[in-house]
């Protein structure tokens, strides 16, 4: 019920390609679905956030797409530059109790130049 | 200012020592975190602290010993560590630690921790 389950677990875009990275859950509880970036040695940074009441939210080139009735949600990246190569995690918290998240097991991106 | 900040950034340490890392956010944050991450895996809650009180502890064993002096400040005590306990350990900060509030959590650059 707690688990966010996250796919692919590694992915090899080439640059200017679209990257898309899914994750789906099965608690309706959760009510925020964040997406976190991690480069390697750095601490994982917010990288766009979406609320179940919509079903896209963009942010220059990162777009989630958000669908209720499936519980799932993913990440677009458009145009893959090289600089987006990290690791991914897909995260969800729940609309009570104290704020924690349930983090996806991780997306590892390359992009190639 | 939106930044985590944790000291020290690369720590070694045997497995009698004591010794303690440090998170300090100055965004007026009530909410802070501890989190322990082993490679290529994704953050693993340890503690929550809502308004300077320990909310939330994730059965993590009393060789970890978390403290809040104050809202601005986190500490994490470490004694008789074991080698497996080598990993990221990262703090965070969320604006109101009610799941009802706006949930953004900030994340600080995280402590290396190598236990010998």
Redesign the interface.
């Known amino acids: 019920q707690q688990q966010v389950k996250q796919s692919p677990q590694s992915l090899i875009v080439q640059k200017g390609g679209i990257s898309i990275i899914n994750c789906a859950y099965e608690n309706t509880a959760f009510d ?1 679905f ?1 997406w ?1 970036q991690q480069f390697p ?6 990288l766009i ?1 979406i609320r179940p009441d919509v079903s896209e939210k963009k942010e220059g080139r990162f777009t989630i797409s958000f669908n209720k009735s499936a519980k799932q949600f993913s990440l677009h990246i458009m145009d893959s530059q090289p600089g987006d190569s990290a ?1 991914y ?1 897909c995260a969800a ?9 349930t ?4 997306t ?1 991106l390359l992009v190639s130049p | 200012d939106t930044e985590v900040t944790q000291t020290p950034k690369h720590l070694v340490m045997g497995m009698t020592n004591k010794k303690s890392l440090k998170c300090e956010q100055h965004m007026g944050h009530r909410a802070m975190y501890w989190y322990k991450q082993k490679a290529k895996k994704p953050p693993e809650l340890m503690f929550v602290y809502s308004y300077e009180k320990l909310s939330i502890n994730e059965s993590v064993p009393s060789r970890f010993s978390p403290e809040c002096p104050n809202s601005s400040l986190l500490n994490l005590h470490l004694h008789a560590l074991q080698p497996e306990d080598s990993a990221l350990y990262l703090c965070a900060s969320s604006q109101n630690p009610s799941a009802s509030s706006y949930n953004e959590q900030f994340f600080g650059p995280g402590t290396r921790l190598t236990v010998l």
Do not use: C, Q, V
């Not at chain 1, 918290?93 to 998240?101: P, V």
């Open positions: 925020y964040p976190y040695g750095k601490g994982p940074a917010l956030a690791t995690f918290s729940m609309n009570s109790g104290y704020s924690t998240l983090f996806g097991k991780g590892m």
